[in-house]
């Protein structure tokens, strides 16, 4: 560690300049699961800004799939996210400067299967059974305010889509349980922001694929509902702050029950499509984040018994990018003050962490590297 040094407000030169800063840095984004791959978007500001899906295979194979110019980011609700996914091996995502879905196989290059640029598409899940990917649509067409709907896209494209729920201003998260019988869905409504109030939403999904009569599960002007999503046995999940804070339900037999009571935020403002803090390692356990006095921990949770078992990471802060489950393993983006926001691996028998992309290579002394503190104080009126 360098010397300490005082020098007079103002006056201090630091070695940590803007341009050392975006030289050689990328930003991480959205994280998906394929199988045994893990995928993931890098922002690289050496390209233009260009978003590239980048996939890792067991075996530490990286490569780049998504081939200059194209731009894997959508612009639905304009600050994107959600803007590809993955079944197969086949990934489908938005073109940025189109809007446009593509479709890209194993080894080729991106098709589209979409042909209007004033569509909009983000937040995809594929419907293997039904051969469609079901997203939000974020309709540019007409003269007024955009329209906003949930739709079904035939992959191979060739039809137009087909509306499966509309009349809210917004909407995010559909998710579709594993045994493909039942969609659940966020909506929201001006003047509402999703982080304000929000409404979870399940219907029955028929054998044509078109939706039954939509039920509601909680939310509202008051309430806010974050990350709805299925276990493996088909048990809907979700984070509500109709306490005051984010904290995690689930509904089950048609009754919701919470799962832990903390003075934790497990959720967290929706600013973009895709960034959600839990995942499921099977139906009895699952991994969740969460942010307490300023500062995000990992844990695993018994959903049983409703155990919480922290998860020492030595990480701090958590990157936008969902964190996925699956074979044993957590990934998620996260940082500290002394460490660069990194996809990580977390093994979750033994506890080992491996860093699989970091965002830069930063070669600074640590004594320049502040390590902030948690500091409370009392408010007047709630603020």
């Not at 709907?149 to 729920?165: D, E, I, Y």
């Not at 998260?173 to 045994?179: A, E, I, K, Q, T």
């Not at 497990?266 to 991994?287: D, I, L």
Request: with cysteine; net charge negative; proline share 6%.
């Amino acid at each position: 560690m360098a010397p300490v040094q005082i020098s007079p407000y103002g006056s201090w030169k630091s070695p940590i300049t803007s341009d050392l800063v975006a030289s050689g840095s990328i930003t991480l984004g959205q994280v998906v699961l394929d199988g045994q791959d893990v995928y993931w978007t890098e922002m690289r500001p050496a390209e233009g800004g260009r978003n590239v899906i980048v996939k890792r295979t067991p075996d530490g194979r990286v490569a780049d799939l998504t081939p200059a110019p194209f731009n894997a980011r959508t612009r639905v609700h304009e600050y994107g996210g959600g803007a590809f996914t993955v079944s197969r091996g086949v990934v489908f995502f938005s073109n940025f400067d189109d809007q446009r879905l593509y479709r890209q196989e194993p080894g080729q290059e991106p098709r589209t299967f979409t042909s209007a640029a004033e569509l909009r598409y983000a937040d995809g899940v594929v419907d293997s059974a039904r051969g469609r990917m079901i997203c939000v649509q974020e309709d540019h067409t007409g003269s007024g305010e955009a329209v906003n709907s949930l739709v079904a896209l035939p992959l191979h494209g060739g039809q137009s889509s087909s509306v499966l729920v509309a009349g809210a201003d917004f909407y995010s998260s559909p998710r579709l349980s594993p045994d493909g019988r039942t969609l659940a869905w966020l909506s929201w409504d001006h003047p509402n922001m999703p982080w304000d109030g929000t409404e979870l939403w399940i219907a029955g999904v028929d054998s044509d694929g078109s939706l039954g009569q939509p039920s509601l599960v909680a939310g509202g002007n008051e309430e806010s509902i974050f990350q709805p999503e299925w276990s493996p046995d088909n048990v809907l999940y979700f984070v509500s702050d109709r306490t005051g804070w984010w904290n995690l339900y689930r509904r089950r037999d048609g009754v919701i029950e919470p799962l832990v009571r903390m003075d934790a935020e497990f959720g967290r403002p929706q600013w973009v499509f895709a960034s959600g803090t839990y995942g499921f390692e099977s139906a009895q356990r699952m991994v969740c984040a969460y942010q307490q006095n300023g500062s995000w921990s990992l844990a695993t949770l018994d959903t049983a018994s409703g155990k919480l078992e922290p998860v020492n990471t030595g990480y701090t802060a958590m990157g936008r990018g969902d964190l996925k489950v699956a074979h044993g393993k957590a990934f998620f983006i996260a940082g500290s003050p002394t460490e660069p926001m990194s996809l990580l691996q977390l093994d979750l028998a033994s506890g080992a962490i491996q860093v699989l992309r970091s965002s830069g290579d930063l070669e600074v002394d640590s004594g320049y590297l502040s390590v902030p503190e948690a500091v409370q104080f009392p408010t007047e009126d709630g603020m």
